[in-house]
């Protein structure tokens, strides 16, 4: 049984986090992200057993990226600074407030690199695919994810 302190708890890591993404705090972006990793991908692990939630997960735009979260969470585990510093410019639509730089996962050669079990073909896959996304934004993103999936029916897996 999930116990919903650990699942609010999860949340709450990961909206924390997406709050303390700062692109001029690249170490304290790291720590903040790491954290919120280690959460999310331990209430991840704990659902895996609930019937239908890979399927859903993996169906969802958010939830689908838990396997790359994974990768970055054994990554921070074994040292990687997993934030990167990106560049933007004038986009639309507008994000108030405006921002002129954010923090990006960093490239997959990265987390790779610091791993000694190399992960999955998948989940190389999607992590290729978060990188090309805000940490802040991907944390809130899967964080609504849960919120999505909970309070789930235990009687259901």
Not at 36 to 57: H, K, M, N, T
Not at 77 to 83: D, K, L
Not at 136 to 141: C, N, P, R
């Amino acid at each position: 049984m999930i116990e919903e302190s650990g699942i609010a708890v999860a949340r709450d890591a990961l909206g924390r986090a997406a709050a303390a993404i700062d692109p001029d705090d690249l170490r304290g972006s790291t720590i903040a992200a790491g954290q919120a990793l280690f959460w999310a991908c331990s209430l991840d692990e704990q659902l895996w057993e609930v019937g239908g939630y890979v399927e859903a997960r993996s169906a969802d735009e958010w939830g689908r990226l838990l396997p790359a979260m994974r990768l970055a969470r054994n990554a921070v585990a074994h040292g990687a600074a997993i934030c990167v510093r990106h560049q933007e410019g004038l986009s639309w639509p507008m994000r108030w407030p405006a921002r002129w730089a954010d923090v990006y996962w960093a490239p997959v050669e990265v987390p790779l690199a610091a791993l000694e079990k190399k992960p999955t073909a998948a989940a190389v896959e999607l992590y290729r695919q978060m990188q090309d996304r805000s940490v802040g934004d991907t944390l809130e993103g899967v964080a609504n994810w849960f919120d999505i999936m909970m309070p789930f029916d235990e009687s259901a897996g």
